[in-house]
């Protein structure tokens, strides 16, 4: 019999081993700690699929003699839980014929199903859990009460239940995987008492529930006294914000790695929000803790966050069909779930998730084979498909690697070609079809360097209306490809033109560029994130869009922005419109407030946006915001004076 192995929530294995960590040579006495292991039925099923039932639909063949004269087949698995107990059934296929010659003669045919109910338990000095059958029934295959008699209940006794009964799951072989994948996470002086306090495990008691199966772990914890305190290491300021940030990117990049896992999977609608949401939340609570210096373990925090969003859509998954991956998924599963059980702790307590720590969890989704994905700005395809948001505009425009263009100077090279296909467009075509006169185009030779064309989206005092129009232009073309493309309905066509013209206005005063010492550089935001006229977010939005072009091409950031807009407006707002008002009423100016608030914040101010509204207490972002809007509808573009040249 060949044994299942199995594994599945190890995890506050690890608040046990937080409890031992702090510093050496203290005094230390014992004491016994509790917590689960938790084994749901689905991947239990599955287990047994996949090692037991692995022929085809499902079947596994007890007998089979004669060419198939006496055949015993027993098929699809289920387990649940009934009455405190587990509940397994399995269809079982009877025939029993005699063999003369080549012919059955007289065969018995007989077919229903098999319910077993189980108490689980483990054997003594081993983690091999195994099942006693308690009792039992055998129903029709219309699922009521079968009268089962003579030799096919015989059969039935000897070696159904037989073969049934011996069906066991080694739990020693995931513990062991699990603890080499978590104790990477530790600080060096705390490993020798984690290996230790691992090295005492033991299994206790078990409980069946409803969905699950959970087994009682024990562990001997080596506990410092109360009195004993670990001296904090201190770190000076540049250090402390370096190391934040390592610690965000390599959180970020095996965020993007592990959903890239799914690519291949039939993610649902429900999936892939659940995904762009979880990532772009992420992504905004780094920005701003890192604005407001927030203290804290950030990473640790965002992994318990995160992969209590993600859990349910990986184990749907990666956790419910038989594969050759089955027990890596379950390992991945087990130490993440650990990982998530550091957050009961409250402080990690010699905890530090390195770089390592994450390429090691990868691992298990990739046969070992894998690494974390680089840091970079690039447009990733894949992720793209998987978060359910399209292709992303492609332009040959202007892509350059540095911070600013000298005047009079060609542009250095830098621009690759976007490998996505979309609305493709050379950046002189563009001008011309910007630009009121062809006249201008024609202007525009040999002699321009590309410095001198970025120019051009410079304002002055003598060509500000000239320079409006120009914007304007570029803004409702973007916005009418967005619409293009997008979910919006038709009769919103002119509150979302009014919504792009006032996110322009209040994220950059319509300028993609500034210029200063005679140099021309993009514009960027105070906290060094985001970019362009739609000031699109570099570490919100990695991986969606190429962060070169966003810089340094014009239309690129417009119809990125104006993407970004129509996503948080269909998908977020209207998509949510009938919970949203339970909470408050919405028209089109609450909406477009809101909507720039997701934009601002990130889709977690839906909820913090509705609850503004019912306290009175806006941000003074709200504020300045549905000025810009107010003004736009009433096309008083007079005030954007102010802001582009003073005055």
Request: proline fraction near 4%; charge should be negative.
């Amino acid at each position: 019999m060949r044994k299942i192995e199995v594994l599945q929530r190890i995890l506050p294995l690890v608040l046990c081993l937080f409890l031992a960590l702090p510093g050496a040579a203290q005094a230390l006495k014992t004491k016994t700690v509790t917590f689960p292991m938790t084994l749901d039925y689905q991947l239990l099923r599955s287990l047994v699929v996949y090692s037991v039932f692995r022929d085809a639909d499902e079947t596994a063949v007890l007998l089979d003699e004669g060419d198939s004269c006496r055949r015993i087949t027993i098929a699809r698995p289920f387990y649940g839980e009934e009455g405190g107990r587990i509940r397994f059934e399995t269809r079982v296929s009877v025939r029993m014929g005699t063999v003369m010659g080549a012919k059955c003669v007289l065969p018995l045919e007989w077919e229903g199903i098999v319910v077993l109910f189980q108490r689980p338990v483990v054997q003594p000095g081993t983690w091999t859990l195994s099942f006693i059958t308690e009792d039992s029934e055998v129903l029709t295959m219309d699922r009521k009460p079968a009268t089962v008699a003579g030799l096919v209940w015989d059969i039935i006794k000897s070696r159904v239940y037989a073969f049934l009964n011996g069906i066991k799951i080694d739990l020693g072989p995931p513990v062991a995987q699990v603890k080499d994948v978590l104790l990477p996470v530790f600080q060096e002086d705390s490993r020798a008492r984690a290996e230790k306090m691992l090295a005492s495990l033991h299994p206790g008691a078990f409980e069946t529930r409803p969905g699950e199966l959970r087994l009682e772990v024990l562990a001997e914890v080596e506990e410092p006294e109360e009195s004993q305190k670990e001296e904090e290491i201190q770190v000076i300021p540049e250090e402390k914000i370096k190391k934040y940030i390592d610690s965000f990117e390599a959180w970020d990049t095996y965020l993007v790695s592990i959903m890239l896992s799914l690519v291949r999977q039939p993610l649902t609608a429900e999936d892939r929000e659940i995904l762009l949401t979880t990532l772009l939340e992420a992504r905004y609570r780094f920005t701003e803790a890192l604005t407001t210096g927030e203290e804290g373990d950030f990473v640790r925090d965002e992994f318990v966050t995160s992969w209590k969003s993600l859990s349910p859509v990986f184990r749907r998954h990666l956790g419910d069909e038989p594969t050759r991956n089955l027990f890596r998924f379950l390992a991945f599963f087990t130490a993440s779930d650990a990982l998530e059980a550091i957050d009961q702790v409250g402080a990690s307590l010699g905890v530090e998730i390195s770089r390592q720590g994450w390429v090691r969890m990868l691992a298990l989704l990739s046969e070992g084979t894998e690494s974390l994905l680089p840091y970079d700005y690039a447009v990733n395809g894949g992720l793209r498909r998987v978060l359910g948001v399209g292709k992303a505009p492609a332009f040959e425009g202007p892509s350059f690697d540095v911070e600013e263009l000298e005047c009079g100077e060609e542009a250095p090279p830098g621009g690759a070609g976007d490998e996505e296909a979309g609305m493709k467009t050379s950046w002189a075509a563009l001008l011309a079809r910007l630009f009121a006169s062809p006249a201008w185009a024609a202007e525009q030779g040999a002699s321009k360097t590309q410095a001198d064309v970025l120019r051009q989206w410079l304002v002055s005092r003598k060509g500000l209306d000239e320079y409006m129009d120009r914007i304007k232009d570029l803004l409702n073309q973007s916005a009418d490809h967005a619409l293009k493309k997008g979910k919006i309905p038709d009769d919103l066509s002119d509150f979302y033109r009014a919504l792009v013209l006032a996110t322009a206005w209040q994220e950059s005063c319509y300028r993609q560029f500034r210029e200063r010492k005679g140099k021309v550089g993009y514009m960027r935001s105070y906290n060094g994130t985001s970019v362009g006229i739609m000031q699109v977010n570099e570490r919100v939005w990695r991986g969606l869009y190429d962060a070169k072009r966003l810089r340094w091409d014009i239309m690129y950031n417009a119809c990125a922005g104006c993407e970004i807009l129509d996503l948080y407006l269909h998908k977020y707002i209207l998509g949510r419109r009938d919970r949203i008002e339970q909470e408050i009423e919405l028209d089109n100016d609450r909406i477009a407030r809101m909507v720039y608030a997701v934009y601002n914040g990130g889709p977690s101010q839906v909820k913090k946006y509705a609850a503004r509204v019912k306290s009175g207490a806006f941000y003074d972002a709200d504020h300045l915001f549905n000025e810009k809007y107010e003004w736009v509808k009433k096309g008083d573009f007079d005030k954007i004076r102010k802001c582009l040249i003073g005055g």
